[in-house]
């Protein structure tokens, strides 16, 4: 079975663009999840999806948003980019909610 | 708030020795606990989990301790090898309706020396 897919692997930006980022998750799985990683703090919970439906949020501002499609598929965006969000982002996608099976991420680099 | 804390940032041990690696947590609502293993450039892998139910869950090299009352955790890999050398994350998160939110802590990095 193949596992979490994300696209693209790196990504370079500027201050005040915009990003989508793209993750597939395991076939059969509904809920996906993201999450930030830094130096600083670790893994950090952006949001979760289910079914369509946003579920759970982590203390994000709200340029950070998602949705997912009726295939599972999940797209995260990022507005108005800031130095601070250079981050390596990761998908995670669940059958049950235990065990979460992560992408490789995408680099975000914003200069 | 940290809520999951992994107190050594790295910890270096002697190939077929063991590591053991350590977790404390604050929110007693946690009841089900994770460990993963990230290498440089790629996501977190799913090593081990352990319901509040067991205090013990053993799978190979890998076993995962948990004591509630000290609200603590922590996983022993024997023996050691080369290629466990990673950052290991501990992350914690409640059973309770549809809660799938994992909360982590900062990692610990494992180097084991041949």
């Known amino acids: 079975k193949a596992g979490v897919t994300q696209t693209p692997r790196y990504l370079i930006k500027t201050r005040g663009q915009q990003v989508t980022l793209s993750c597939s998750p395991i076939?059969?799985?509904?809920?996906v999840s993201w999450y930030q990683q830094t130096p600083g703090q670790g893994l950090q919970f952006l949001f979760e999806y289910f079914s369509e439906t946003q579920r759970n949020k982590g203390n994000f501002p709200g340029r950070f948003s998602g949705r997912q499609f009726s295939n599972s598929r999940s797209e995260m965006n990022v507005s108005t980019l800031e130095l601070g969000d250079s981050a390596l982002y990761l998908c995670a996608s669940s059958l049950m909610g235990f065990e979460q099976f992560f992408g490789p991420g995408t680099r975000l680099t914003v200069l | 708030d940290q809520q999951v804390k992994q107190n050594s940032p790295s910890l270096s041990v002697q190939e077929g020795r063991i590591s053991i690696l350590n977790c404390d947590y604050t929110n007693s609502m946690f009841d089900y606990f994770l460990w993963y293993k990230k290498y440089p450039a790629e996501g977190p892998t799913f090593l081990i989990s352990i319901s509040s139910i067991k205090d013990k869950n053993e799978d190979g090299r890998f076993t995962v301790f948990l004591n509630k009352s000290a609200k603590h955790l922590s996983l022993h890999i024997v023996p050691s090898q080369p290629g466990d050398s990673a950052v290991y994350f501990c992350?914690?998160?409640?059973?309770?309706?549809?809660?799938?939110?994992?909360?982590f802590g900062k990692g610990t990095l494992l180097t084991v020396n041949p």
């Open positions: 992350a914690a998160r409640t059973s309770g309706g549809s809660n799938y939110k994992l909360t």
């Open positions: 076939s059969g799985h509904r809920s």
